[in-house]
């Protein structure tokens, strides 16, 4: 009988050759799987049309909104928002809101170019795992009544 269980133990022991590991750190979680980021233009019936920017990576809101800025390249699309030099947007996230601080009036852009904004804006933070009803809220160098209203992306649900 002993020499039963001195084999069942020792089977016990043996296991398949599995050694027991510990946690060990893996550094970083990944961030910006994508091939690209999803800025929105508009097409030649007004309507906000997805256009994949093949960047290697997601990136971040403000990266995504600054492509946006520099227009839609050689494309049949086009763009509600005046050009621009500057394309630095500001970025603040706080719980439910995502605030861009963009460098133009209310005067450069039409509310189609505001819905390219937000829905940018929204894309990213979606594709990178966020909350798909947050809201964003664009504000502008000259502040206006538009600037406080906290929007969605009408593709975006």
């Known amino acids: 009988m002993k020499r039963i269980w001195l084999a069942v133990v020792v089977l016990l022991l ?11 750190a893996g550094g970083e979680a990944p961030t910006g799987v994508a091939p690209g980021v999803t800025l929105y233009f508009v097409d030649a019936h007004e309507q906000l049309r997805p256009q994949l920017r093949p960047t290697g990576h997601l990136g971040a809101i403000s990266e995504a909104a600054a492509l946006l800025l520099t227009g839609p390249g ?15 947007v500001v970025v603040t996230t706080t719980p439910g809101v995502i605030q861009l601080l963009v460098p133009l009036t209310i005067h450069d852009m039409s509310p189609l170019g505001i819905d390219q904004i937000v829905c940018t804006a929204l894309g990213v933070h979606v594709q990178g795992g966020g909350a798909r009803n947050m809201k964003v809220q664009v504000r502008f160098t000259q502040p206006t009544p538009e ?11």
């Open 74 to 88: 050689n494309s049949d699309l086009h763009t509600e928002i005046a050009s621009q030099a500057v394309t630095q």
């Open 147 to 157: 600037s406080d209203k906290q929007r969605t992306c009408p593709l975006i649900r």
């Open 14 to 24: 043996a296991g398949c050759g599995v050694q027991p590991s510990w946690v060990t």
